[in-house]
């Protein structure tokens, strides 16, 4: 079946670093992508989707990349906020949903 | 706009006592998941349903029933709540339709055992 990965449990890093949250996915299926992030005590709330056209999208400092030759959809931002601090969830969706384990970004001042 | 309603918002239970939670959307969405969130930790599926009266088992399904009456509600039944257990209870919706719409989720439901 379809699966996500997401390999960083936690990633640390201080304010104003670049940030790279790292999501392959497997897929028999060319599968829609996305993002969410989830602050404390809040549901998960959708950060970004993959566009079917190549276009990069972007959303509050962050983008990602589709990338099918390597099934990748790497989350990037160039410079880490402390509001950062979240839980981020990639996603797969061909028929049904798929969910990757999360990475805790964890931003230091 | 639509939305997702989950009750109760908290709920606190005995051990052993079977407890329902419940979802609501008017998205006319086809799919409903439920998914438990222990602290700190990653989201982990327990049922999903594709349409009224479809039940699909998740990774977490034992000591969990689930039931989809209609198109619009997705109940989530604790056969028998654990001692000292607590965990946020997340519900979910998406087009079956239409991969590119991202799933959206309810607000959740915070249940403590005592």
């Known amino acids: 079946g379809d699966s996500v990965t997401q390999t960083e449990g936690l990633v640390t890093l201080t304010e104003g670093l670049p940030v790279m949250l790292n999501c392959t996915y497997q897929?028999?299926?060319?599968?829609?992508l996305f993002w969410y992030v989830q602050h404390l005590n809040e549901a998960p709330k959708l950060l970004l989707k993959s566009f079917t056209d190549n276009k990069r999208p972007e959303h509050q400092g962050f983008h990602a990349t589709l990338h099918k030759s390597s099934s990748s959809f790497h989350l990037q931002k160039s410079s880490a906020q402390l509001s950062d601090s979240a839980l981020y969830y990639c996603a797969s969706n061909t028929n049904k949903v798929v969910f990757g384990t999360g990475t805790r970004l964890q931003v230091l001042p | 706009g639509g939305i997702i309603t989950q009750t109760p918002k908290f709920l606190i239970g005995q051990e052993g006592q079977k407890l329902t939670l419940k979802c609501q959307q008017n998205?006319?969405?086809?799919?409903m998941y439920w998914y438990r969130q222990d602290s700190g930790k990653g989201l982990r599926l327990i049922y999903y349903s594709i349409t009224e009266n479809d039940l699909q088992k998740g990774d977490l399904s034992e000591g969990y029933d689930a039931s989809r009456e209609k198109k619009s509600s997705f109940s989530l039944t604790v056969t028998s709540a654990q001692k000292n257990e607590m965990a946020v209870f997340l519900c979910?919706?998406?087009?079956?339709?239409?991969?590119?719409?991202?799933?959206?989720f309810g607000e959740g439901t915070r249940l403590s055992v005592l």
């Open positions: 998205f006319n969405h086809d799919t």
């Open positions: 979910a919706s998406s087009s079956r339709q239409d991969n590119n719409q991202a799933p959206l």
């Open positions: 897929s028999t299926y060319s599968p829609f």
